[in-house]
């Protein structure tokens, strides 16, 4: 059976096993992406969030008690859905359950929209990128995380077991559905090149204002070893685009 968008994190044993290596203190979402996104956030006082793909919105909580006025996740597993509400209980925070094709936005509502490993799980990117760039007041954020494409390129090193050291890159530039195993299922995501990302933010009318790859900083890391590891492959595409007019 494939899993396709948020659909796999409803499957009981997948959820429970997902959640404890998310939780894990070196899981790469805790040590490479969420520095970087903090960093590329900036000051978040006084503005308005939009989550999209917010999972247990632990970011969320953070941003706000960090000053963010309002925060809004939109997610599309139940699941997920239950923990954020439970995460943002005692917040200002909410959480909607929808997908992000069928969300609807209003126009100039939010100052910053973020997206943290939920976009790739997307076939079509290009109307998802319209519809932020409508919510956004001008000069507002974009900021997203997905898988690096070296990953998603191809499926061959996600099928074998163990700490890798290596990946095999492949059609890199046949760009789309991609059977992923992942913690024992298979997941269906999306496969696009850099540039496709890139081209894709400007066709929506961002101005790009950073891009980063997840590069390890050492002090991160307990371990040297682990460290050194993290370095052979790079894990995480992280891009930042501001709505022109501000």
Request: glycine residues 10%.
């Given at each position: 059976m494939e899993f396709r968008g948020a659909s796999v994190y409803d499957e009981g044993e997948f959820y429970n096993n997902y959640t404890k290596r998310r939780s894990r203190p070196e899981s790469p979402n805790n040590i490479i992406e969420k520095p970087i996104l903090l960093e590329m956030i900036g000051n978040v006082v006084g503005k308005r969030i939009l989550d999209l793909g917010c999972g247990d919105?632990?970011?969320?909580?953070?941003?706000?008690?960090?000053?963010?006025?309002?925060?809004?996740?939109?997610?599309?597993?139940?699941?997920?859905?239950?923990?954020?509400?439970?995460?943002?209980?005692?917040?200002?925070?909410?959480?909607?359950?929808?997908?992000?094709?069928?969300?609807?936005?209003?126009?100039?509502?939010?100052?910053?929209?973020?997206?943290?490993?939920?976009?790739?799980?997307?076939?079509?990117?290009?109307?998802?990128?319209?519809?932020?760039?409508?919510?956004?007041?001008?000069?507002?954020?974009?900021?997203?995380?997905?898988?690096?494409?070296?990953?998603?390129?191809?499926?061959?090193?996600?099928?074998?077991?163990?700490?890798?050291?290596?990946?095999?890159?492949?059609?890199?530039?046949s760009q789309g559905e991609r059977a992923e195993p992942w913690i024992g299922k298979k997941v269906i995501k999306y496969h696009r090149t850099i540039e496709e990302y890139f081209q894709l933010m400007l066709q929506a009318g961002f101005a790009v204002d950073d891009l980063r790859e997840g590069t390890p900083r050492a002090e991160s890391f307990s371990s040297k070893e682990e460290y050194e590891r993290r370095m052979r492959i790079p894990l995480v595409l992280m891009i930042s685009g501001t709505k022109r007019g501000g």
């Open positions: 919105a632990e970011i969320g909580v953070e941003l706000l008690q960090q000053g963010g006025a309002s925060y809004l996740g939109v997610e599309g597993s139940k699941n997920m859905t239950l923990a954020a509400a439970e995460n943002l209980q005692g917040t200002t925070g909410q959480v909607i359950h929808s997908s992000m094709e069928e969300w609807q936005p209003q126009p100039d509502q939010y100052d910053l929209v973020l997206s943290r490993f939920a976009l790739h799980y997307l076939a079509d990117l290009r109307s998802v990128f319209t519809k932020v760039h409508d919510s956004l007041v001008p000069g507002g954020k974009f900021i997203f995380s997905v898988q690096h494409p070296v990953l998603t390129s191809s499926t061959k090193s996600a099928e074998g077991s163990g700490r890798r050291t290596d990946w095999v890159v492949d059609d890199y530039f």
